[in-house]
């Protein structure tokens, strides 16, 4: 009995950790501009992307930042429209450099 009780809290508390790992990496997705061919999958970042259509979608480890906007940009080869989870998007000011037009009036200027 005792040893049935003990398995069951066991089993409770590992579901507990479990939970809270999915909730340290959140869902990103990404709207591309202009849709993909076919599914395709994109690693950038040290993350492996799934796209269909025009969203991308991964599980990161890390925050949404220009950074690594840039570098899924540049590994897809196609400019982005959104970028982030749900609680922590790209401004669009953001999105902006992300994609390079900031650099670009820059080398203008």
């Not at 005792?2 to 909730?23: D, E, H």
């Not at 991964?58 to 949404?64: E, K, L």
Request: net charge neutral; glycine share 4%; hydrophobic share 40%.
């Amino acid at each position: 009995m005792f040893l049935s009780r003990s398995i069951m809290v066991a089993a409770l508390i590992s579901t507990a950790f479990v939970g809270s790992a999915y909730a340290r990496d959140p869902v990103f997705t990404v709207k591309l501009a202009a849709p993909v061919a076919e599914q395709t999958r994109v690693i950038a970042q040290n993350t492996l992307w799934n796209c269909t259509g025009d969203t991308c979608q991964a599980r990161p480890n890390h925050a949404a930042t220009v950074r690594s906007c840039r570098q899924f940009v540049r590994e897809l080869g196609a400019p982005v429209l959104a970028y982030g989870s749900e609680a922590d998007q790209l401004t669009a000011d953001e999105l902006s450099r992300c994609n390079g037009e900031s650099a670009t009036l820059q080398a203008r200027n």
